[in-house]
């Protein structure tokens, strides 16, 4: 109120601050009062716009027109509306000292009826009320304040305080770009920046052209300052250094500090740092109780997986199960058409033929084996051909004539390689698998020789070709044929005559090396892994195991002569060689022994998968040299089979067990009964043989028949063959294809069976020599090359090729046997079903049979019964004659 | 549980079927036909592998997920069924 006159300004001053818009919205709209009157500032600030009149109301003036400040305007109600007329019956009435005389103009030209009092408690326009003068204002300002409030507020919207009596929402209104305002600091911007002053100029120079290429010529010219004298421009300007004044600095006195620091040095050095490393781990897999298990197996979760899971699994099972996806077509797709191939290809090829006219013309082939090491070398034993009565007779004579093993070569076949020579005629021999240079043969005394024959095993070894060309060289030389020397090797070792068989020794075999024998005929570990033990069959009903190793006592040295060229392996057992176990064969239906033929064992050499590497290290020894190691250091063998087949003179096939019991009562160990006997052939058995691909399925060849037989099946056999057309006389499966087997013939032929092919006959039949064959020995030699050996009863032995399709196994072969082998079993057990079944029934049809009713059983009832059905049956055949009239009809009597 | 019995019968008498092993998601075995050695170390190396397995066909494409594995070798084939929190193995011997 004091300051009236200096806070209203005229109109025209409130005009021209309208007028201007000011480049500083910012400042703050606060209570800020007077200062900036002065000042051009804000239209809402002190300037009232044009058409707003501050005007100063007295207290008396409000109660007239009842706006009191506070009571009936208010700061949020400010506006009144007040009559024209009243202004003007006021201003009438108080003249002067009424407040709107200022404005008394004004209010008369208002063109409207009534006008706006604003309070102003802010004193915004300089006084604390203001009129509109115009309506258009008097409207503005009464809307909504929203038009007048918003500028308020874009004012203090850049600013966080807020008027005090204004609660608006906080709108956020991102600032605005405003103009560049320089205070200074391009200057030195613009100082730094390098700009050019004046435009470039440019300057173009340019010859002409024609002096382009112009002749010249080269002039001396003296250097030597010297000729400038002489008038000689100088040829050269030396600018010489100098001192110059203006560029010396006076160094002035500097303020240098110094701080005394310690120097940081960084230094290190390499030590050996021992630090621990896992050097190995011990862990065991994590595993969760039992109970926790369970516990995880009940949850609902598990049930829907499992549940889920099933189909898939059984898709996939199915599939793997319907077809073999990864199953190679293609490699296999050439098997099949070569087998329908040539058919002349499909014989036994002659590939040479050994006979010695010296050793074995007219003498019998007894056994043939070929060497396991030197391919292209095989051994004969030759015998007499004579009877028992004639050998006694030619006794004299047969003694001197020495008993021979003759051993072959493919490079010669005329002249043997090597003779080995017996006691007496051998009847079997076998070549130690591991130790080729050991044979062992078998008497026809029944005495049991050992060859060694290392010294010569070069000599075979090297024989291919040189021995011809040495032969060569001699008939050369004498002018004359001379026969190559062939080396007689004398028998090592024989067995004492009182311990060995007492009839001939019908067959031998060497036992695996993957275990040993005790003497109570259980299967112990060998230690050694090499061969030695034999075991011997012969005609007199034993069966005997020998072993090639000194028996424990030997404290005495004998002084045995040494006789020259004899091998010293086996001196321990000459002539005191005993079998370490004795079996006598009895027969288990009748008395008497069985007199075994042939025998074979469960195990085969080379076949040691479930046989355990031996416990402890191999103590060192040479074959045979070795001392029996004492039954306690020995452990025994459960998986191996001590089972073994005999084929017998009489034709019986019989399965028994080396194994030994102890006899509780006699405290003797009991030699076991045979498990299993059957007779199926009607000669003495000639090959009894396993399937080398199935251990279990036994080949047994006598008579004139063969039958095929599975270890275990005791009820019948796989096969039995019908009767041949001629005896059979030797066997022998195929080393290559299971469902093979070849057997010889007395009138020389050679049969060739195949299982898969047909049953019932051979594949192939024939004629290799015309004796008698008596043995076949098939033999792989190379991977192309497959040979058979034939002997016979001449004394000669063919060497014949198997042709391709019998010795190549069809890629489904083997399952084929099996399943063969398979099938028959069922067979039998089917049969045997079949026929305790059909058994069964037929004591249930006798029995009922004999339980019919027994009124009718009287004889004479029956006779009676008998009796009336005759005569039924006479009117009845009568009365058909008459019918047909054959018989005339009875005329009645007269 | 009988219901988890049968299914495992199932499985079991197909043709060739050596094992069924069930593992949970640790890969700790809960449930085997095999014996303890064999069934350990088949669920741990199995376990591992469908891991692996699994996540490289997440990371080929999130979307995606392993529903059935089978490896196959000479002498048998290893199928398994992944799930959130089990596994199911089974070994069998397709060509008899």
């Not at chain 1, 208002?110 to 802010?122: K, M």
């Not at chain 1, 005609?539 to 030997?554: C, E, F, L, Y």
């Not at chain 1, 599975?710 to 022998?732: E, F, P």
Request: glycine residues 6%; contains cysteine; proline residues 7%.
């Amino acid at each position: 109120m004091a300051d009236a006159e200096k806070r209203s300004p005229t109109p025209s001053e409130s005009r021209k601050g309208s007028g201007k818009k000011s480049p500083k919205p910012d400042l703050p709209a606060t209570k800020s009062k007077q200062s900036h009157l002065t000042i051009p500032a804000h239209n809402m600030e002190g300037i009232p716009p044009k058409d707003i009149v501050p005007l100063f109301m007295a207290t008396k003036t409000q109660e007239i027109f009842s706006c009191i400040c506070d009571e009936h305007v208010t700061e949020d109600e400010p506006f009144k509306l007040i009559k024209k007329e009243d202004i003007i019956t006021d201003m009438k009435m108080r003249a002067a000292i009424s407040d709107f005389h200022p404005v008394k103009q004004i209010v008369l030209d208002y063109p409207g009826e009534t006008l706006l009092i604003s309070y102003d408690p802010d004193f915004k326009y300089g006084q604390n009320f203001f009129l509109c003068i115009t309506e258009e204002s008097k409207n503005k300002i009464i809307q909504p304040e929203t038009p007048e409030d918003e500028e308020v507020t874009a004012a203090e919207g850049a600013v966080v305080g807020k008027a005090p009596g204004e609660d608006e929402v906080y709108v956020y209104k991102p600032p605005e770009a405003k103009d560049w305002i320089p205070q200074g600091s391009q200057v030195e911007v613009e100082d730094e920046m390098v700009m050019d002053t004046r435009p470039k100029i440019k300057v173009r120079a340019s010859r002409v052209r024609r002096e382009f290429g112009a002749p010249f010529k080269f002039k001396d010219r003296d250097a030597d300052p010297a000729s400038t004298d002489q008038g000689l421009s100088a040829s050269y300007l030396s600018c010489n250094s100098y001192s110059d004044k203006n560029y010396t600095l006076k160094k002035a006195e500097l303020d240098n500090a110094v701080q005394a620091v310690p120097e940081l040095v960084d230094g290190s050095s390499q030590t050996d740092w021992k630090h621990p490393v896992n050097a190995s781990v011990q862990y065991e897999p994590r595993s969760i109780s039992a109970e926790e298990a369970k516990a995880a197996q009940d949850t609902p979760e598990f049930e829907e997986f499992v549940k889920d899971a099933l189909p898939r699994f059984e898709l996939a099972l199915q599939q793997n199960i319907i077809m073999d996806v990864f199953f190679d077509d293609w490699g296999v797709l050439g098997d099949e058409d070569t087998n329908f191939g040539s058919k002349s290809d499909s014989h036994l090829k002659e590939y040479q033929s050994f006979t010695d006219l010296q050793y074995s013309k007219d003498k019998t082939v007894t056994c043939v084996d070929w060497h396991p090491m030197i391919k292209g070398v095989m051994a004969v034993s030759c015998c007499q051909r004579l009877s028992f009565d004639e050998r006694i007779d030619q006794a004299n004579r047969l003694l001197m004539t020495p008993s021979l093993v003759l051993i072959w070569s493919f490079a010669d076949p005329i002249h043997p390689q090597l003779l080995l020579e017996g006691p007496d005629d051998i009847t079997c021999f076998k070549f130690c698998p591991t130790n080729p240079n050991i044979v062992a043969g078998g008497c026809i005394n029944g005495q049991l020789v050992l060859w060694d024959i290392t010294e010569y095993a070069d000599k075979l070894t090297s024989s291919r070709g040189s021995a011809s060309k040495a032969n060569q060289k001699k008939a050369a030389m004498f002018g004359e044929e001379l026969a190559p020397e062939t080396p007689t090797v004398r028998y090592c070792c024989v067995s004492a005559i009182e311990h060995s068989h007492r009839n001939v020794i019908t067959s031998l075999d060497w036992i695996p090396d993957h275990y040993e024998l005790n003497r109570l005929g259980q299967a112990v570990e060998n230690r050694m892994c090499e061969i030695c033990q034999l075991m011997t069959c012969g005609t007199d009903g034993h069966v005997m195991i020998w072993d090639t190793r000194p028996p424990k006592a030997t404290g005495r040295e004998q002084p045995a002569p040494e006789v020259l060229g004899v091998s010293q392996a086996f001196k321990h057992l000459d002539l005191s060689w005993k079998p370490m176990i004795k079996l006598a064969m009895p027969k288990t239906d009748s008395s008497g022994d069985y007199s075994p033929i042939k025998f074979s064992m469960a195990e085969r050499q080379g076949v040691r998968d479930h046989v355990p590497l031996p416990s402890g290290g191999k103590p060192e020894a040479g074959a045979g040299m070795a001392k029996i190691p004492s039954a306690k250091n020995q452990k025994p063998l459960d998986c191996i089979s001590t089972r073994y087949f005999l084929g017998t003179e009489d034709g019986e096939v019989v399965c028994t067990d080396l194994k030994m019991e102890k006899d509780n009562e006699t405290g003797k160990p009991n030699v076991p009964k045979p498990s299993w006997v059957v007779t199926p052939h009607d000669g003495p058995v000639c090959t009894l043989q396993r399937n080398p691909f199935f251990n279990d399925v036994i080949l047994s060849v006598g008579g004139w028949t063969f039958g095929l037989w599975r270890d275990g099946v005791t009820n019948g056999a796989i096969l039995q063959s019908a009767c041949a057309a001629k005896l059979y006389t030797a066997g022998h499966w195929s080393t290559t294809r299971p469902a093979v087997f070849f057997l010889g013939t007395n009138d020389g032929n050679v049969e060739v069976w195949d299982l898969l092919d047909r049953t019932h006959e051979p594949l192939l039949v024939q004629n290799v020599t015309a004796a008698q064959v008596t043995q076949i020995v098939p033999w792989v030699v190379s991977k192309k090359q497959h040979l058979i050996a034939v002997s016979d009863n001449v004394g000669t032995l063919h060497i014949l090729e198997i042709p391709w399709n019998l010795r190549h196994p069809s890629s489904s072969e083997k399952s084929g046997v099996q399943a063969y082998f398979d099938r028959e079993t069922k067979r039998i057990e089917y049969f045997d079903r079949r026929a305790t079944m059909r058994a069964n029934q037929r004591t249930d049809d006798n029995k009922k049979a004999a339980a019919k009713p027994t009124d009718q059983n009287s004889d004479e009832n029956l006779a009676e019964e008998h009796k009336a059905e005759y005569e039924a049956f006479l009117t009845l055949e009568k009365k058909l004659l008459q019918e047909l009239g054959i018989v005339e009809e009875d005329k009645p009597e007269i | 549980m009988s219901e988890i019995e049968e299914t495992i019968k199932r499985i079991q008498s197909h043709k060739g079927v050596i094992g069924i092993i069930i593992v949970n998601n640790e890969g700790i075995p809960i449930r085997t036909t095999l014996d303890n050695s064999t069934t350990v170390q088949y669920a741990g190396l199995v376990h591992q592998l469908t891991m692996k397995a699994r996540s490289t066909v997440r990371d080929i494409d999130p979307q995606n997920d392993l529903t059935f594995l089978r490896l196959r070798s000479k002498k048998h084939e290893i199928m398994v069924a992944p799930d959130k929190d089990y596994l199911l193995i089974t070994i069998q011997n397709p060509s008899e």
